[in-house]
C-alpha cells in the first residue's frame, strides 16, 4: 500500500473516517476502527510520520550529540550504550525516537551541530563532550532548541546540564590514598580540551592542598582516555625519575591498557602501584587484582537525563514536575586489591 488514499479505497470508505480510525479518534465506531486497523495491517500501510510531522512542527524525534573517531570505534567504548537504555527507557513512555548524531573528530562539532539544526531533525537535543568554551551552547540557545548538556562548560546561559561527579572522584581518591600513606600521587588526564578534565585537576589540586601536599605538574600525565591512553599512561609513569607509588584514572578503559605495561615492567597493582579508577566496562571487570573503583548506574543517569530534557519541554513538562535543573551524578566507591597496600611511615 502507497498511502491513506489506497487504504480508504480498498475499505470503500472516506478518507476521513481511515484516518480518524487511524488515529483513535472517539467519533468513530469500534466496528469501523476494527476494520481499518486490520486491514491497515494486512496491506501494510504505513502512516506517513514526515508529512505528519511537517503538518504539526515536531519530528517527535530526540537526537544524541556524540564525537567519535576510530579509535572510540575500535575500543568499543560502551558508555553510551548504557546511557541510551536509560534514555530510551523515558522516551518511550511518550512514544519518542532516539537518534545519535555521530560527529566525526576530524569536523568542528560546532559546524557539525549546526548543519543538523538547519535541517530540523530533532524536536532537542542532548549533547556531550563539553569543552571549557563550548560554542554549541550559544549556538542552540540562539536557535531556542530544547537541550541539555552532559557535562558542565565555563560557556555562559541558563542552559540546563548534568555531569558525573569528577571533583568528588579526585577528591576522594586523594583522601583514600593519603590515608594508606601515599604523597606521590599520579593523575591520568584527559589530553583534549574536554571540560571534565579540567574540573578534575582542579580538585585534585585542591585535594592536595588539604594535605599539605605540594602539587608537581610532573604527576599530571595527559593521555587519550582509551585503552592506549592508559598503556601510555603507565609507560610515563615508569619514567618519572622519582617513581609516584599511586594513579588516579579518569576513565574506564585506561586500567586495561595501564595493567597491561605495568605487567610488563613486572610492577603489580595493589603491590607495587596502588590504582584507583573507574569501572563500567565488562572487561574491567576480569582485571587481576580487582581495580578500587568508582561506578554508577549508565541506565539511571540515561533515565535522569532524558527526564531532565523533557522536563524543558513545554509538551512534557506537566509530566516531571521536578524541572529541568542542573545535577552532578554521584559516584560509588567500591574498594578492591589495586590499592591494598599501606605504605610504612
Known sequence: MKGIRQLAEHLDISIG????ALNGKPDVNDETRRRVLAAAEELGYVANQSGRSLRQGMTNVIGLMLEVSRETVENSDDFFLGVTDGLQSVFSRHKLDLVMLPCPDDEDPHEYLKRMVARRLVDALIISATRRTDRRIELL??????????????????????DLDFEGVAARGVDRLVAKGHRRIAVAAPSSDINLGYIFLDSYRQALQRHDIAFDPALVIRVKSSEQGGYQAGHELLM???????????????????????AEAGIVPGRD?????????PRTHFLQPSLTSFRMSLRDLGAQLGETLLASMPAYAEHYPQGARNRIWPLELVPGESDAFTLSP
Open 17 to 20: 473516517t481511515v484516518s480518524r
Open 141 to 162: 540557545e540562539k536557535a531556542r532548541v530544547p537541550f541539555v548538556a552532559l557535562g558542565r562548560s565555563a560557556s555562559g546561559g541558563s542552559y540546563t546540564w548534568m
Open 240 to 262: 618519572i625519575e622519582d617513581r609516584p607509588t599511586a594513579i588516579i584514572l579518569i576513565h574506564e578503559l585506561m586500567a586495561i591498557g595501564l595493567y597491561r605495561r605495568l
Open 273 to 281: 602501584l596502588a590504582v584507583v579508577g573507574f569501572r563500567e566496562e
